[in-house]
């Protein structure tokens, strides 16, 4: 059975740092492009990143770049989703995902094969 396991949410100020995880189980991830997206309330799922298989290639949104960095081991079978100078507008749940992929920049969240529960981020300003 594939799962994977977000955490790291919660709730800090603006201008804070928070960097969620992302583990695997079932599967490798070596194998996979990995992709964070959120979706805040009244809101539909909103693409974050996308990081490549081995981890040499990510795509972002534009809100995200410059501020939030993906990063992976595979040898851990770990993802994790830095975020930087956050805002009050990147309130949202976090959810991790992946699929077998050779590509970097899958922005569809329907492209992707396995998602985590989602994290809850909540940014005070």
């Known amino acids: 059975q594939v799962q994977l396991v977000e955490s790291g949410g919660g709730s800090v100020q603006a201008g804070a740092s928070l960097r969620l995880s992302c583990v695997a189980s079932g599967i490798s991830l070596s194998s996979y492009v990995m992709g964070w997206f959120r979706q805040a309330p009244g809101k539909e799922r909103e693409f974050v990143g996308s990081m490549n298989w081995s981890g040499s290639r990510s795509y972002y949104g534009d809100f995200a770049e410059g501020r939030f960095t993906i990063s992976r081991d595979n040898a851990k079978n770990t993802a994790w989703l830095q975020m930087d100078s956050v805002r009050s507008e990147d309130t949202a749940v976090y959810y991790c995902?992946?699929?077998?992929?050779?590509?970097?920049?899958?922005?569809?969240?329907?492209?992707?094969?396995?998602w985590g529960q989602g994290t809850q981020v909540t940014v005070s300003s």
């Open positions: 995902a992946a699929v077998a992929s050779l590509r970097t920049n899958i922005v569809d969240w329907d492209k992707y094969d396995y």
